[in-house]
Nanobody
Framework: QEQLAEAGGGSVQVGGSLRLSCAAS????????MNWFRQAPGQGREAVAR???????DYSDSVKGRFTISLDHATNTLYLQMSSLKPEDTAMYYC???????????????????WGQGTQVTVSS
């Protein structure tokens, strides 16, 4: 059974930065396209960023220019660098794998095969 393990969440003030990480077995990153999505209390799931097997990254409009998704193949770690954080970025963040079947529409479709337990990000003013 595939497993993803997120880390790096925490509490930060408005304008601050955090880097989330997601550890997984190496074959996962070669077989799937990887995503970060978030969910705030009482809210639905929101896609944040996606990176495909060729390293092409896509972002939601709400985080574009502030967040960067990257994949370190040497350590089999997916990252989400978050800067200029806002209170509305407060949520549980999850890394997730999709089958790369939908091209760049994969970000919006959010059809994940599996995801991790999440890491909490809280941004306070």
């Amino acid at each position: 059974q595939e497993q993803l393990a997120e880390a790096g969440g925490g509490s930060v003030q408005v304008g601050g930065s955090l880097r989330l990480s997601c550890a997984a077995s190496g074959y996962i990153y070669s077989r799937y396209c990887m995503n970060w999505f978030r969910q705030a209390p009482g809210q639905g799931r929101e896609a944040v960023a996606r990176i495909d097997n060729e390293g092409t990254a896509d972002y939601s409009d709400s985080v574009k220019g502030r967040f960067t998704i990257s994949l370190d193949h040497a350590t089999n770690t997916l990252y989400l660098q978050m800067s200029s954080l806002k209170p509305e970025d407060t949520a549980m963040y999850y890394c997730a794998a999709d089958p790369c079947s939908f091209g760049r529409a994969g970000l919006v479709l959010g059809l994940y095969n599996f995801w991790g337990q999440g890491t909490q990000v809280t941004v306070s003013s």
